[in-house]
């Protein structure tokens, strides 16, 4: 009916014009031509009036018949949020085969469900096949529920990250210099650890905040490493729980210092004799301009017999890493790090690690790396190997 009413326009308008070129039209014949102009555009007027009647007719249809899940669909929307990470790497090594890895694959999940209850979780898998003799975890890392119960007090249930270190809770790899985690952090303090239980957090003074947390705790053979005893919340032994406290001071532009003591008065769980464990870890941030120092200290303090048999008694390990960066896409960074899983054995050498390299953002959550990685001393429980890493890496 449009394209017939615009034709019948044209076909007047050349009318007009032909008429035109022999005499001029009277005012009757004018008069006449616009009249049938009018019924033609307001019968167009009726044809889409009629056509938007149809249109919100058929969405509250699909509307009722639903049972409203077009409206809550939507809700949903608003309030689910989705994000994740990943990361894969390569590592040329010089004493053994290099490797290729899709070291992880990371989803986030969220909702919100009213102004003070919240969810959040994180699932991850590693190395991409996971399985009876596949080299991968499907592993749920986070999985709480949060009440804002208070202005600038929350406290969450359910499981989560453990409040310590630099790396635990911002690990995504865009945050970070190096294709790999440090080691440090990886095998003293260790990341990526989470347990389940009840953790209060909190501002008590603008810049300073706190997290305090009862949980479930590790459950480390008699004498051997810490970062063994992860039980991941697996139906985790709980004959002995943890319990976590950390300040954290932000309240200078560019500085961060943090604190944290963990006791747990069994970490065999029972399966061996007592063995009481604390951790204590200092670290401090600092970012002026391009540049920025991390720095940081953990230490564990076990006291029991098949432990100080072990030499695994005193765990500890630290490192500095300035960082510079040459522009908005580019930063190099040097990290020194030294740590030992058997310093209570008079006889066992510290780990002594050098790495250098440097970070390509191609956006602020997308980012190449290449660094290497040069081992000054290797203790009898390390495997690790000087190497050449690369790894691209993201998180949305």
Do not use: C
């Amino acid at each position: 009916m449009f394209k017939k009413s615009i034709m019948a326009i044209a076909i007047a308008a050349v009318t007009v014009s032909a008429h035109a070129a022999d005499e001029l039209p009277t005012a009757a014949e004018m008069w006449k031509v616009i009249q049938q102009q009018q019924k033609e555009i307001q019968a167009l007027k009726s044809q889409i009036e009629e056509t938007d009647v149809k249109v919100t007719a058929t969405a509250d249809a699909v509307e009722q018949g639903s049972g409203g899940t077009v409206s809550k669909l939507a809700q949903w929307t608003e309030k689910t949020k989705i994000g994740g990470y990943g990361e894969h790497h390569f590592n040329h090594f010089e004493d053994k085969d290099d490797k290729i890895d899709a070291h992880r694959f990371v989803v986030y999940l969220s909702h919100q469900f009213n102004d003070k209850v919240s969810f959040f979780s994180e699932l991850e898998l590693e190395h991409s096949l996971a399985g009876e003799g596949k080299p991968g975890e499907v592993e749920l890392e986070q999985a709480y529920i949060q009440w804002d119960y208070t202005g600038g007090h929350n406290v969450q249930f359910g499981q989560f990250l453990v409040p310590v270190g630099i790396m635990n809770e911002t690990h995504e790899p865009d945050t970070f210099y190096g294709t790999e985690r440090n080691l440090v952090e990886k095998n003293v303090i260790p990341v990526t650890w989470w347990e389940t239980g009840v953790m209060f957090n909190g501002e008590l003074a603008p810049g300073l905040s706190y997290s305090a947390a009862v949980h479930s705790g590790l459950k480390t053979a008699d004498g051997g490493s810490i970062r063994s005893g992860r039980q991941k919340s697996a139906k985790a032994t709980a004959e002995d729980l943890a319990y976590t406290g950390r300040l954290k001071y932000t309240g200078i532009q560019g500085l961060e210092l943090a604190a944290t003591i963990q006791y747990q008065e069994d970490i065999t769980q029972g399966v061996a004799s007592e063995a009481d464990a604390l951790l204590t870890e200092f670290h401090a941030i600092y970012s002026a301009g391009p540049v920025s120092v991390r720095a940081l200290w953990a230490s564990w303090d076990v006291d029991g017999d098949g432990f100080d048999t072990a030499g695994s008694d005193d765990q500890e390990g630290w490192y500095i890493e300035p960082s510079y960066r040459l522009s908005e896409k580019i930063g190099v960074f040097a990290r020194y790090s030294e740590y030992n899983n058997k310093a209570g054995d008079s006889d066992s050498i510290d780990a002594e690690i050098w790495d250098y390299g440097i970070n390509y953002w191609l956006t602020p959550t997308v980012v190449l790396k290449a660094d290497y990685s040069d081992y000054v001393n290797k203790n009898s429980g390390s495997t690790d190997n000087d190497a050449f890493n690369l790894g691209v890496g993201w998180s949305f």
